[in-house]
Nanobody, 125 residues
């Protein structure tokens, strides 16, 4: 089992940057695929990015491709989401998620067994 704690959210102007962090507890973090999802008010939780257990494979939603970068540091039990060129439509609560069943992760939120509490990102125009 793993516990996840996100940080790094906040208020930023359009065009700005933020880096989210997700710190994981447990000794087997390196075996978990990790994902970032977001949920805006009144909308469903949507996929943002995922990274394989080794960090060698990354995938992004089309809406963030070229602007966001997911990475991980297994020595620090942490996954990151670097967000550049932020837009007002990026405003949402951002969640990290983990699962260790295949090491690759999924685009679907239902796949992940472990979730953080979320961190708010607000982008003003």
């Amino acid at each position: 089992q793993v516990q996840l704690v996100e940080s790094g959210g906040g208020l930023v102007q359009a065009g700005g940057s933020l880096r989210l962090s997700c710190a994981a507890s447990g000794r087997t973090f390196s075996s978990y695929a990790m994902g970032w999802f977001r949920q805006a008010p009144g909308e469903e939780r949507e996929f943002v990015a995922k990274i394989s257990w080794s960090g060698s494979r990354t995938y992004y939603a089309d809406s963030v491709k070229g602007r966001f970068t997911i990475s991980r540091d297994n020595a620090k039990n942490t996954v990151y989401l670097q967000m550049n060129s932020l837009k007002p439509e990026d405003t949402a609560v951002y969640y990290c998620a983990a699962d260790d069943r295949d090491g690759l992760g999924s685009y679907y939120a239902d796949y992940y067994r472990y979730w953080g509490q979320g961190t708010q990102v607000t982008v003003s125009s």
